[in-house]
């Protein structure tokens, strides 16, 4: 029914290492941080920006419902970024605020989110995996989240937690799978102004050092991407290490 679902090669190679940008070894005590750009693939001048602006290892997620997809993506992966899938999931205040047509609903029945997924899933092709996009509420509900984790896991697919949702079954229900998640730290421009972008990747850097690994999450926005690119000149002279999100996969989780 859709073309281009990603696949766990007959060899065993899933999605999620076969389209991981390569890294340079790293000291295991070398703190290392990923930041996730979202919304890309709908404002062209955005998207463009960001896959030249940014340096290759930001991770940039895909929104599903922009044109010519696969042309962003190939050109963003070409520039070494590796790239999300967002899955737009049901926030708490559904339907007044409604992330598309193809969102993910915790009333749904398993086969009509299931068929949704795989819409979500065929809209470009070489990503490392997906994020979800709001689903404050589609994450509380280990009902609805299960099946969808576990087609994902089938199709070697990493999981990126956008960062603040309470009362999430996001890390039980990745861990009863086993399907590789990163979880998102905090959201690096909530306020659009310089000084409190400045000051959230400031304290991305300080939990990287403090955990030993920090996920950022942001938005395409100009000023979005031209504070990341100050920030990241001098990173690695601080002590940290930028990595591409599919880096961030822990061992705490136990999900190699």
């Known amino acids: 029914k859709y073309v281009r679902l990603p696949i766990i090669s007959k060899a065993g190679e899933k ?18 941080v990923a930041l996730v750009i979202g919304g890309m693939g709908i404002s062209e001048n955005s998207t463009n920006y960001a896959i030249t602006q940014v340096p290759p290892a930001v991770t940039l997620a895909f929104a599903p419902y922009g044109n010519g997809l696969q042309r962003w993506m ?25 992330p598309g047509p193809y969102t993910l609903l915790t009333r749904s029945e398993p086969a009509k989110n299931l068929d949704r997924l795989q819409w979500l899933l065929s809209r470009g092709a070489g990503y490392v995996g997906v994020s979800n996009y709001q689903g404050a509420r589609f994450i509380a509900d280990s009902k609805a989240l299960k099946p969808i984790f576990e087609a994902l896991q089938q199709r ?5 937690d956008h960062p603040g949702a309470r009362r999430s079954h996001v890390k039980k229900i990745a861990l009863e799978v086993d399907i590789p998640l990163s979880q998102g730290t905090n959201q690096i421009d909530p306020k659009l102004n310089k000084f409190a972008i400045d000051e959230a990747l400031l304290r991305l850097e300080e939990l990287a050092k403090r955990d030993g690994v920090a996920v950022g999450f942001g938005s395409g926005f100009p000023l979005t991407i031209d504070r990341i690119d100050a920030w990241s000149k001098k990173l690695e002279d601080r002590g940290v290490t930028l990595v591409p999100v599919s880096a961030t996969v822990s061992s705490r989780y136990k999900l190699q």
């Open 74 to 98: 190939d050109r963003a992966r070409a520039q070494g970024h590796e790239t999300l899938i967002e899955l737009p999931m049901e926030p708490f205040d559904y339907p007044n605020n409604d």
């Open 156 to 160: 070697g697919l990493m999981y990126v």
């Open 15 to 32: 999605a999620w290492q076969a389209y991981a940008s390569p890294i340079a070894p790293l000291p295991s005590d070398r703190p290392i």
